[in-house]
């Protein structure tokens, strides 16, 4: 059974960085999508940014340029850097694994910025 267990999340200054790791069990060449989301303080869960298993990205609006995906296949992890990090980025971030008809999600690392 594929497993997800994100890391990296913490508390930082506006304008500092963070890298947050999500690591597969059973491994990432063959996942098809994957992807970072993240929810706020009484906000809707969003799609923060996704990459493909062709290594095609996508990015939120309110993200790019500050923020970078990628993926190590043989390390089975994706990884999501943020730079000038701001207190709007304060959320639960969660990695998911798509495989088409369903979605394998993390339980979720906590990013918090202060001003």
């Known amino acids: 059974q594929v497993q997800l267990v994100e890391s990296g999340g913490g508390l930082v200054q506006a304008g500092g960085s963070l890298r947050l790791s999500c690591t597969v069990s059973?491994?990432?060449?063959?996942?098809?999508?994957m992807g970072w989301y993240r929810q706020g303080p009484g906000k809707t869960r969003e799609l923060v940014a996704s990459?493909?298993?062709?290594?095609?990205?996508r990015y939120a609006d309110s993200v790019k340029g500050r923020f970078t995906i990628s993926r190590d296949n043989a390390k089975n992890t994706m990884y999501l850097q943020m730079n000038s990090l701001k207190p709007e980025d304060t959320a639960v971030y969660y990695c998911?694994?798509?495989?088409?008809?369903?979605?394998?999600w993390g339980q979720g690392t906590q990013v918090t910025v202060s001003s």
């Open positions: 998911t694994a798509g495989f088409g008809t369903y979605n394998i």
């Open positions: 059973g491994g990432i060449a063959s996942v098809p999508f």
């Open positions: 990459i493909t298993s062709g290594g095609s990205t």
